[in-house]
């Protein structure tokens, strides 16, 4: 006997969870990955979103970079000192370092100096690149040695070999043992002059030999093998192969040797002292701009002037390597 309220169960077929009777409706369509969830707004990247990233970086660069940069190219047309705000002198202080002595000297000597020492770290580097990229047991050890010149600080380094090269320094005492005499590494003009290229192609050394260890990496086996089996020797695979292969890096090299050259000024200044030199005669345009625009009666505006000049030849060596390199490519 069945309850008169209750109703026929209706029976399970083709159409039930359809919609159609009394079961369940549609399911709700499934969400696309990465879509936004149902109920829920998209959310919405501001346009300065990315700028909030690159604000510490930028706000370093205006500060340490782009401000010095503005703030020396306006002042190299003031005759502004170190505790007086300066006056627009035009092209003064450009006209009056043409009558300088000491700018001609340092010009000389930051010349003379980038072209010693540019070849220098442009070969033998990659001299030492072929020699430690052999696989030998020790080789590591080799590697450290060379590269340790580079981590070590500019001062301390400059401060050994002047220890070194004085005239009572170890290599001065050694001369005099075997009898060949002291020689004047630092009272003499040309011989002090050398003494600090000695040291920048010393120091970098490691450096550029890491960056040659990466690009003969990349030098396939196969061209040394085919060089091998024509008959080449040694010399002959490292003008035809090796050097043809790197010529991209030795560009990089050069370049970056020739603005470091030119702008030198721990080495020289610690060898030779701030005067630089006999007479100041191993004075550097780096060292002269310190020199004329630091303490009470620095003459800021002058010195600015010769940063600017120094400035300028720099980009220009930078210019005309990339050139050279764009045309023997062409």
């Not at 220890?163 to 040309?190: C, H, K, P, T, Y």
């Not at 050394?205 to 960056?211: E, H, S, V």
């Not at 990349?218 to 089996?229: F, I």
Request: charged share 15%; with cysteine; hydrophobic share 50%.
């Amino acid at each position: 006997m069945t309850s008169p309220t209750a109703g026929p169960v209706p029976a399970a077929g083709p159409l039930a969870g359809t919609g159609a009777g009394p079961g369940p409706g549609p399911r709700p369509a499934s969400r696309q990955p990465g879509g936004p969830r149902p109920g829920r707004p998209a959310r919405r990247h501001l346009p300065s979103t990315p700028w909030l990233f690159a604000a510490p970086g930028l706000v370093v660069v205006c500060v340490f970079i782009l401000y010095p940069f503005v703030s020396t190219l306006v002042d190299s047309f003031t005759d502004r000192r170190a505790l007086v705000a300066g006056q627009w002198v035009g092209f003064a202080n450009f006209t009056e370092m043409l009558h300088d002595d000491m700018f001609w000297i340092g010009l000389r000597n930051s010349a003379l100096y980038m072209v010693v020492v540019v070849p220098a770290l442009v070969v033998l580097p990659l001299l030492l690149a072929l020699l430690v990229q052999k696989r030998i047991p020790g080789i590591g050890f080799f590697r450290s040695a060379f590269y340790t010149p580079v981590v070590a600080s500019i001062v301390v380094v400059g401060l050994i070999w002047v220890w070194m090269l004085d005239d009572r320094g170890l290599i001065n005492a050694v001369l005099g043992e075997v009898g060949i005499g002291r020689i004047g590494f630092l009272s003499d003009q040309w011989l002090l002059l050398l003494s600090a290229m000695f040291v920048t192609v010393w120091k970098g050394l490691g450096y550029y030999m890491i960056i040659y260890l990466s690009a003969l990496a990349n030098v396939p086996r196969e061209l040394h093998e085919a060089a091998s089996v024509d008959g080449a020797g040694a010399v002959r695979r490292f003008l035809s192969v090796t050097v043809p292969a790197v010529r991209s890096t030795m560009v990089l090299v050069g370049a970056l040797s020739a603005v470091a050259a030119f702008k030198v000024f721990s080495e020289v200044y610690l060898m030779a002292g701030p005067k630089g030199g006999p007479a100041g005669e191993d004075t550097t345009l780096v060292m002269l701009v310190e020199r004329t625009g630091t303490g009470l009666t620095g003459r800021v505006g002058y010195a600015s002037a010769l940063s600017v000049v120094v400035f300028v030849i720099t980009v220009g060596l930078m210019l005309l390597v990339l050139r050279a390199d764009r045309r023997e490519d062409a």
